[in-house]
């Protein structure tokens, strides 16, 4: 069983929608959390932290819930550009470990 | 500044071969990694580096070495290359460790 799940998807939705992915971790020990964004066969570049009072950055929020041990990421209105995979990592010290990511097209 | 750079970008292997993956960074940061990542699999730390002349293990270290040579490069060798090893790897570097990882663009290794 790997350490962080997502759900693969892919989702597919339209322009302007909301969607939400889900991520879980297996290990309490995990000290910090992010989701990455990875486009097509491209590096994977950070898109949040992730904190347990929640954070928002523009369209995009990112929940931790250390109790249930589950991180959320919801995107707001989406654009043509949201089309990517998102990776949920959650790390202890430098051991970072990240989900298989979760693929999401946003059609017009 | 380049970032994190890596060499070569696309590579084929026969069964056996070696090769060593270049990385290199230009944001002196002490920490740099290697990860591959596979279809479903997602990014595995191979190897991890906190500072010139340190390294060690990550998930899946077998088959692999690695040398950090100065605070810039560190690069990822293949002694004997297998198919199991035909993946995306990418190289990151961090400052400090817990901070926000900085990926290069991968190379895609293909071995036969």
């Known amino acids: 069983r790997k350490e962080v799940e997502q759900d693969p998807g892919p989702f597919n939705v339209p322009e302007g929608a909301t969607v939400a992915f889900n991520c879980t971790y297996s290990?309490?020990?995990?000290?910090?959390f992010f989701w990455y964004r990875q486009d097509c066969r491209k590096e994977p570049k950070l898109l949040m932290s992730?904190?347990?009072s929640g954070n928002e950055d523009g369209r995009f929020t990112a929940q931790l819930n250390r109790a249930s041990q589950y991180i959320s990421l919801l995107i707001r209105d989406s654009k043509l550009s949201d089309s990517a995979t998102y990776l949920c990592?959650?790390?202890?010290?430098?051991?970072?470990?990240f989900g298989a990511g979760t693929r999401l097209t946003v059609k017009p | 500044n380049a970032g994190v750079t890596q060499t070569p970008k696309f590579q084929v292997l026969k069964t056996g071969q070696s090769m060593t993956l270049q990385c290199a960074q230009d944001?002196?940061?002490?920490?740099m990694y290697w990860y591959r990542q596979d279809p479903g699999m997602g990014l595995r730390l191979i190897y991890y580096?906190?500072?010139?002349?340190?390294?060690d293990k990550g998930e899946v270290p077998n088959g692999y070495n690695v040398s950090r040579l100065n605070k810039r490069e560190f690069s990822l060798r293949l002694e004997s290359a297998a198919p199991s090893q035909t993946s995306v790897y990418f190289c990151?570097?961090?400052?400090?460790?817990?901070?926000?990882?900085?990926f290069g663009p991968g190379t895609r290794l293909t071995v036969l």
């Open positions: 990151a570097s961090s400052e400090p460790p817990t901070d926000t990882q900085y």
């Open positions: 290990n309490s020990a995990s000290q910090s």
């Open positions: 992730v904190y347990s």
């Open positions: 990592v959650a790390q202890k010290e430098w051991d970072m470990r």
């Open positions: 944001m002196n940061h002490n920490s």
């Open positions: 580096s906190a500072s010139e002349g340190t390294t």
